[in-house]
């Protein structure tokens, strides 16, 4: 399910900062898939941002926040 959002965009909801890295952002798609991507400046939790997907687990998208 995951692997077919690869290379489309999605409106993600900042929820908080990655367990893994202080360096990037976890939040949730409409459809409440987990996303991961790198914080940009001026991002913040509680915002919506868009993001490309580039790759995916099988529980998380993995992308790049895009203006």
Do not use: M, Y
Not at 1 to 29: H, M, P, Y
């Amino acid at each position: 399910k995951t692997a077919a959002c690869i290379g489309r965009q999605f409106q993600v909801l900042i929820a908080n900062e990655s367990r893994k890295s202080k360096d990037d952002w976890t939040g949730r798609t409409d459809t409440f898939k987990t996303t991961i991507f790198p914080k940009k400046p001026g991002s913040a939790v509680g915002q919506f941002v868009n993001v490309r997907i580039d790759r995916a687990t099988s529980h998380t998208l993995i992308g790049t926040q895009v203006d």
